[in-house]
């Protein structure tokens, strides 16, 4: 039930959410900046704490809802994003409930930590958002309902994981000590392939990340059928941002690096991410080699981008494309090559019955991605028509790729 007694015109005001117009909006603006100002703040926060409530209840994380705001509205929303959602994780704070790592990420990014709130009490927080925004108070209260409007807005999707406060037993299981070893030593040599400015040089640490991205995938099987491990539950799922421009050929990208190791992805177009399923470590390991991947291909394609225009070429958009696309598409077979030869190797010194539990892990994987996604529809790869942009896309991914690099010789955990 709605609190008539926030201030007069309360309602009035954020019954603007629901019209379609800018004249409704500037109207709600208008009495939400007539009314008494702590009381406008307070009520602010109260119906901004319910609304981002109900999208983590349709299965939005904060990630995901912070990357609509950047794409969609400006700078002065993602900061009262980051309002609304510290206000809504305070209920979290004193019953020390569970936060999942990946959460707790999310809201490290959006600059929400655990504890007290940046306003002194919610009585105070009108001032002091207008003392941090430095604008008036219709502009600020038009802010405050374009993102609201956006919020309102945001339909059901899957789940890919607990949210904050999941009960005791869901906290057992998604619950992972530090990170482990050898995903720091994957991370610290994907950074070196990053700051190097030796093609050479990046594609050793590259695939050597790989091969130690498709061992730690192979421990964590073999402990995982032995009953031990954090992934023995079974498959889990997370999203990762895919963002304009060259949206497609990002997704391919993102699409080889889940295959390669195990899992499968599923791009959601409307909405800017992709939805990756898998075992954990998998997982963690897509992650980090997308990002590290896109690093490097943007860097590549800046430099061929300028050295076609010192020769005379204009045509940067269709370069660009038809670079990032066969980017993905060439590094799709490297990978894929990196990980046979990981597992061949793993199978020839003693696995025991390796390929069964990898093939059972597949199988999990793929019943897991199609219960959450029963329906999904191919996407035509459109634009590719620059020839000087596919071969030096393609160069790239062979300077980034995994074959040839230095085989890993650490043994397989008993």
């Known amino acids: 039930m709605t609190d008539t007694a926030a201030f007069p015109g309360a309602d009035q005001a954020f019954s603007a959410l629901y019209g379609t117009g800018d004249d ?26 319910e609304f981002v409530r109900r999208a983590w209840d349709r299965g939005w994380q904060p990630a995901d809802v912070a990357r609509l705001v950047r794409r969609d509205l400006k700078e002065v929303h993602i900061r009262l994003l980051a309002d609304l959602v510290a206000a809504e994780h305070r209920r979290h704070a004193p019953a020390h409930a569970y936060v999942p790592p990946r959460w707790q990420e999310q809201l490290r990014e959006l600059g929400v930590q655990d504890g007290p709130v940046r306003w002194q009490s919610d009585e105070l927080y009108a001032d ?26 945001l339909p059901t999707i899957e789940p890919v994981g607990p949210a904050p406060g999941a009960s005791p037993l869901v906290q057992q299981l998604q619950a992972a000590p530090g990170e482990p070893r050898m995903l720091t030593r994957i991370r610290a040599l994907l950074a070196k392939a990053e700051a190097t400015d030796y093609p050479e040089e990046a594609e050793a640490l590259t695939g050597k990340a790989q091969e130690l991205m498709a061992r730690h995938s192979i421990d964590d099987a073999v402990l995982a059928a032995r009953g031990h491990g954090h992934s023995a539950d079974g498959p889990g799922a997370c999203r990762i941002g895919v963002d304009a421009p060259y949206e497609t050929a990002k997704a391919i990208l993102l699409d080889a690096v889940a295959t390669a190791n195990r899992c499968r992805s599923v791009w959601n177009s409307e909405f800017g991410f992709s939805t990756v399923v898998g075992f954990e470590a998998d997982l963690e390991a897509v992650e980090l080699l997308h990002t590290s991947l896109l690093v490097q291909g943007t860097a590549a394609m800046t430099r061929a981008e300028a050295a076609q225009r010192a020769g005379g070429r204009k045509r940067t958009k269709s370069f660009r494309q038809s670079f990032l696309t066969a980017y993905a598409s060439r590094l799709g077979t490297r990978l894929a090559e990196a990980t046979e030869h990981v597992v061949a190797e793993a199978g020839a010194e003693g696995a025991g019955a390796l390929l069964p539990v990898l093939a059972a892990r597949d199988v999990a994987v793929t019943d897991r991605a199609e219960q959450m996604f029963p329906r999904t529809t191919s996407t035509r790869v459109r634009g590719v028509n620059d020839l000087a942009g596919w071969e030096h896309g393609t160069a790239a991914a062979d300077r980034a790729s995994v074959h040839g690099a230095q085989r890993s010789r650490d043994r397989i955990t008993r």
């Open 24 to 49: 409704d909006l500037d109207l709600g603006a208008s009495l939400l900046a007539a009314a008494p100002w702590a009381d406008a703040g307070r009520e602010v926060l109260r119906r901004g704490e």
């Open 128 to 153: 002091a958002l207008a003392r941090r925004e430095k604008t008036d108070r219709f502009s600020l209260a038009t802010a405050v309902l374009e993102l609201l409007r956006l919020l309102i807005r």
